[in-house]
């Protein structure tokens, strides 16, 4: 079975901090995801890459940004950590480019900015 | 571009009753649609898609689906609900043209009274 593990459960972080947000998946994945999710929103993307080095923004990148030096690895970056980037962070992985592949979550990171 | 609507935010059945989660998109292509569920403190998991063929689309634990192209809709049903059932429920959208990436709706979260 396909695993997504995000590192952290809950994170508090301090407006102003340099945030990180680790995500592993097992199953060699080409495609890795990052998504935010807000009561009322929905599921938001900030970035995706679907290979080793390569980032493409999502439709809510700024603020974010991302890293992927490893295939198995995503990491989510918030430069300067902001109130209003406290929110769910979901993390998910694809095996293909291939639009009708589903994507695997990872349980989520809550993230409080105070 | 492509969206969702989902209506009703909330959806409240009695146990042994039908579920209906309603789901409309946009989409100037073929869509391939998803429904989507998250379990309180968990992920999204895969409930079931549709890409081609069959409109009727069979799920896990006893949910399915029928995608209207003259609607435009991708309804979500089940014939008897479970206490387990209680979930957020999400629809989503992708299309066969190029990269992956899906588009949420903004969830429904199904109720279940004994």
């Known amino acids: 079975d396909v695993k997504v593990t995000q590192s952290s459960r809950y994170l508090v972080k301090r407006t102003g901090e340099k945030v990180f947000l680790e995500c592993v998946q097992d199953?060699?994945?080409?495609?890795m995801f990052w998504y935010r999710q807000d009561p009322g929103l929905g599921l938001r993307l900030i970035y995706f890459?679907?290979?080793?080095?390569?980032?493409e923004k999502g439709d809510i990148p700024e603020g974010y940004s991302v890293s992927r030096e490893k295939k198995e690895r995503f990491s989510l970056i918030l430069e300067s950590a902001s109130t209003n980037q406290t929110s769910m962070y979901l993390c998910?992985?694809?095996?293909?480019?291939?639009?009708?592949?589903?994507?695997?979550f990872g349980n989520g990171t809550r993230l409080t900015v105070t | 571009a492509q969206s969702v609507t989902q209506l009703g935010s909330h959806v409240s059945v009695s146990e042994g009753a039908l579920v209906l989660l309603r789901c409309n998109y946009s989409s100037s292509v073929p869509p391939y649609l998803f429904w989507y569920v998250q379990y309180p403190n968990q992920g999204l998991q895969l409930l079931l898609k549709?890409?081609?063929?069959?409109?009727l689309v069979k799920g896990i634990n006893g949910f399915e689906a029928e995608f209207k192209k003259s609607e435009t809709s991708f309804h979500l049903t089940k014939p008897s609900a479970h206490m387990s059932d209680a979930a957020e429920y999400f629809c989503a959208v992708t299309s066969n043209t190029g990269f992956q990436k899906l588009v949420f709706g903004t969830g429904t979260r199904l109720l279940v009274s004994p």
């Open positions: 199953m060699d994945h080409e495609n």
């Open positions: 890459s679907y290979d080793v080095k390569m980032k």
């Open positions: 998910a992985s694809s095996p293909t480019q291939q639009d009708n592949s589903p994507l695997h």
């Open positions: 549709y890409t081609t063929g069959a409109t």
